[in-house]
């Protein structure tokens, strides 16, 4: 049976790509890039993530604390790359949601480039990231990541 319609269905409603920045002073511009894609379910509901990591054979699912639910998780770049951005792109989602994914797959394909390892390729990133999930909370601001362009 072909899923690829509900599973584009649910992750539109359930699921989530972002991208994650830390900091990381052994790094050569100072912060880690990291692209997740995830969908989060009860855990009473769980067969659905299970038949998710069983279809994309890429990703784990874990508990999360923060809402008390189970989230399947990709965050292996290649696992990105190379099967969830191309599923939706033949799948894609009707809602907003759509600009959001594609400009995680941009962020990914720049990331799989090395352009994260650049400031001019970081801040590129952090434009495409900082304009998905608007409704999101952020961590860090684009101020705290590029302190030293807002002192011209």
């Given at each position: ?81 190379e099967r969830i951005i ?67």
């Amino acid at each position: 049976m072909d899923l690829s319609a509900y599973f584009a269905g649910f992750v539109d409603g359930e699921g989530c790509f972002t991208v994650f920045f830390s900091p990381r002073s052994t790094l050569l511009v100072g912060w880690e890039v990291r692209p997740s894609f995830s969908v989060s379910q009860n855990a009473d509901r769980s067969e659905v993530l299970v038949l998710m990591q069983q279809h994309f054979g890429c990703g784990s699912i874990r508990s999360d604390r923060s809402d008390k639910t189970l989230k399947y998780e990709v965050r292996s770049l290649d696992g990105l790359v190379e099967r969830i951005i191309p599923f939706f792109e033949a799948n894609p989602s009707i809602s907003s949601k759509q600009k959001d994914f594609e400009r995680f797959a941009e962020v990914c394909r720049l990331v799989r480039t090395g352009a994260h390892r650049s400031k001019p390729g970081l801040r590129e990133i952090v434009e495409l990231a900082m304009a998905m999930n608007a409704s999101g909370k952020r961590k860090f601001a684009i101020e705290a990541i590029f302190p030293q362009e807002l002192k011209l």
